[in-house]
């Protein structure tokens, strides 16, 4: 039940978002303080709960297909997010928004998306440790680069946020599945799906704290971020396949290169930019937005099968 209710990830996207935008003032409250920081690091400690220290050796005996994944990831998604917000002359807020969702690493739903893919769970954790665990430095430093030409972007700050909110929880995680692994196996059925729910309430969060924004600009943002994610998983399965990959690992690439963690995006957009108000409006429509053609795709993947 639990399983299922954990693949069921894109319809609580919808139905928190959709409630968020009719009843706002149901979630607004939470969008004060470190509400919104504190759901994120439960995130990615659920994340490290699931991670041993097995999971960092397997890197050692995939080394190119991790590299391909993991260069995908940080050359693909920042340029094209910068390119798009270009082309649609996307005003600063929301083209800030979408351009550290491009530099953000890949998210803990990719995961997911491709265990109901049917692809390689394993390397899709692998790869989203190692983008993760690199965010520290190359998620500020992206910013600064396609990001700073907008508005001033402090780069330390972004580093020490990224520690705070991604590393410290991961680390944790995993310390605790070494250290009290039997109390990690006891809440390791519930922890996917307390993962999911927690992305959604993020999203919805932001989504009520700016519910009539995006009601009034919702149509832009979401060509844009439809037109991000989408082309980073064509982009990323097409190039996989190019450098070799079978099928199976393409599409996990893909998967890991078409969904970001759009959670950092908006915990990032919050801490680093408090002026422009509307910025992590952009990470909310993000993570609807990769959720949905992330699973389509997967759904359609897991039909046609290994073919």
Known sequence: MLQKLTLLFPLWMIVLCAAAL??????????????VVLILAFVMLCMGLTLTFDDFRRIARMPKTVAIGFAAQYSIMPPLAYGIAYTLSLPDYFAVGLILVGCCPGGTASNLVTYIAKADVALSVVMTVCSTLAAVVLTPLLTQLFAGALVPVDSWLLFKQTLQVVILPVVLGVLLNRWVPRLV?????VAPLLSVLG???ICAI??????????????????????LHGSGFFIGYHLAKL?????????????????????????????????LLLTPVAGAVSA????????????????????
């Open 288 to 307: 609807l937005m990769h959720s949905l053609i992330g699973s389509l795709l997967a759904v359609l993947w897991r039909i046609r099968g290994p073919s």
């Open 243 to 275: 450098l070799g990959c079978q099928l199976q690992t393409a599409r996990t690439i893909a998967v890991e290169v078409g969904m970001q963690n759009s959670g950092l995006a908006i915990v990032l957009a919050k801490q680093a930019f408090p002026v």
């Open 185 to 189: 196996q006891s809440v390791m059925p």
């Open 22 to 35: 009719i009843w706002p003032e149901w979630l607004i409250f939470l969008n004060q303080g470190s509400v």
């Open 199 to 201: 992305v959604c309430v």
């Open 206 to 227: 932001v989504f009520a704290a700016h519910a009539e924004s995006i009601l009034n600009h919702g149509a832009e943002l979401l060509l844009a971020t439809a037109l």
